[in-house]
């Protein structure tokens, strides 16, 4: 009869309960990730086809590959680092972890590092300023040093250490999505930021990203 169906319905619906939050996390990253994948994207297809050089993309023009090298990083590094905050997955899949891992350590270096090749050696765009590029060579650093600090902890078994520093190596590496909401809220309310603004409006990005992770951390919710 139909009414026996109702205690495995039940038992179907507290599952998908418990399991729905552990998506909640990886699908929210994933939409975050979306803004700089589609802009990244567009920015690769603009230097492959040839596109006018302007003096905003000059830069990009003359030397395309450590662009490139961190727009493929940062692609693969913000889509696949975002399954690594499922902990379900982790637990029942915990080979696909360790091989993800193995994949996301080099892209998340070659995000950071490629990064500071560009802070160091591009000539500075008017949209920028000094505080801007500061910001990014600190960024870089700190990422770089964390994914690093990350695969040294996991290697002596020191899985709090590596989720931690994981989790603040991907959140400063996904700023670029969360900057493009404050400079939006900030355009919306005062007109287009000047380089002043829009470092400003990168530096709160950054800092809301970290600030999450921290309290993720402290919360024990990685």
């Known amino acids: 009869m139909w009414y026996r169906r109702i205690p495995r319905i039940i038992v179907g619906m507290t599952t998908a309960v418990r399991r729905r939050p552990d998506w909640l996390v990886p699908a929210g990253l994933l939409a975050l990730a979306a803004i700089p994948v589609i802009a990244g ?6 230097i492959a086809g040839g596109a006018a050089v302007t003096p905003d993309n000059a830069r990009f023009h003359d030397m395309p590959v450590p662009v490139v090298v961190h727009i493929v990083g940062a692609t693969l590094y913000s889509i696949l680092g975002a399954f690594q905050f499922h902990p379900g997955l982790r637990r029942r899949r915990p080979r696909w972890h360790r091989l993800s891992g193995r994949v996301l350590v080099p892209a998340g270096l070659a ?8 802070t160091l050696f591009y000539p500075l765009p ?3 300023n000094t505080f801007t590029n500061v910001q990014r060579l600190v960024v870089g650093a700190v990422m770089a040093g964390g994914i690093v600090a990350g695969f040294l902890a ?3 078994r020191d899985v709090r250490t590596h989720r931690a520093w994981m989790t603040r190596a991907y959140a400063l590496a996904m700023g670029a999505g969360t900057q493009a909401f404050t400079h939006g809220f900030y355009t919306a309310f005062a007109g287009p930021p000047d380089a002043d603004a829009r470092a400003w409006c990168m530096f709160a990005g950054w800092f809301i990203n970290i600030l999450v992770a921290e309290l993720s951390i402290k919360r024990r919710l990685i």
């Open 41 to 46: 994207a567009f920015r690769v297809g603009t």
């Open 111 to 118: 995000v950071a590092l490629s990064g500071l090749w560009m």
């Open 126 to 128: 008017a949209s920028d």
């Open 154 to 156: 996991i290697r002596r």
